[in-house]
């Protein structure tokens, strides 16, 4: 079965800080692998995906991830973060066959 | 482009009341819709899947009969909540399929008195 883990579960950075959202996954071969970003009391707003092709992808508000097959992995990062950036963040899988799987989310904080 | 609405964004109803939420794909079209359900300060718990023209796919512990859903066309997925109780109070978030991704409704916060 597919899962997804995300190994913080809150992260805290200073505003102009790099940012470096953590993301493994299982799953048998390359699943669609995505991003999205949730602010308090709304939906998820997609941020990028990866489906095939360059292993580094790049989605909005400056973020990008890179997917590495050996390890499993489709991090996320921003070089520069910014106040409006603070919100929840979920990595997910999806396999054309399942429905979409979901980490538990990383809360991210940013601090003047 | 892909973007998904849903209605209403929050109700408050009476304990004992049915609650019919509208998931709506504007710009493209959905054979397949999801909902979700999200408490607070957790990840979204998938419901059940909406198939149009066929009946949902509920995941185990959803119950049918109290979570209904209907997908009667290519843009439109309704989940209403029957007979609703404070223990439903919850963000109920849709998601409609296009192509492999998932484009995510902004949610509707149901409050039951």
């Known amino acids: 079965a597919q899962s997804v883990t995300q190994p913080d579960i809150h992260i805290t950075v200073s505003e102009g800080a790099s940012l470096e959202l953590r993301c493994n996954y299982s799953?048998?071969?390359?699943?669609?692998l995505f991003w999205y970003v949730q602010s308090p009391g709304q939906g998820l707003q997609l941020l990028l995906k990866?489906?095939?092709?360059?292993?580094l992808v790049q989605g909005i508000k400056g973020f990008e991830a890179e997917f590495k097959r050996s390890q499993s992995s489709f991090n996320l990062r921003k070089p520069s973060v910014h106040w409006s950036d603070a919100a929840e963040y979920f990595c997910?899988?999806?396999?054309?066959?399942?429905?979409?799987?979901f980490g538990k989310g990383t809360r991210l904080s940013v601090i003047a | 482009g892909a973007v998904v609405s849903q209605h209403p964004s929050w109700v408050i109803c009476k304990s004992g009341t049915s609650v019919k939420i509208e998931c709506r794909s504007l710009?493209?079209?959905?054979?397949?819709m999801f909902w979700y359900r999200q408490f607070p300060k957790q990840s979204l718990m998938l419901m059940a899947t909406?198939?149009?023209?066929?009946?949902?796919?509920?995941e185990q512990g959803v119950e049918k009969d109290k979570f209904l859903i209907n997908h009667a066309s290519l843009t439109l997925s309704t989940l209403t909540v029957t007979s609703a109780h404070p223990e439903d109070s919850s963000f109920y978030i849709c998601?409609?399929?296009?192509?492999?991704?998932?484009?995510f409704g902004p949610g509707t916060r149901l409050l039951v008195l």
């Open positions: 799953y048998g071969a390359t699943p669609y």
């Open positions: 710009d493209f079209q959905a054979t397949t």
């Open positions: 998601s409609a399929l296009g192509g492999e991704t998932q484009y």
């Open positions: 997910a899988v999806y396999s054309g066959n399942t429905p979409l799987v």
């Open positions: 909406s198939n149009e023209g066929s009946k949902a796919t509920y």
């Open positions: 990866y489906f095939s092709g360059d292993t």
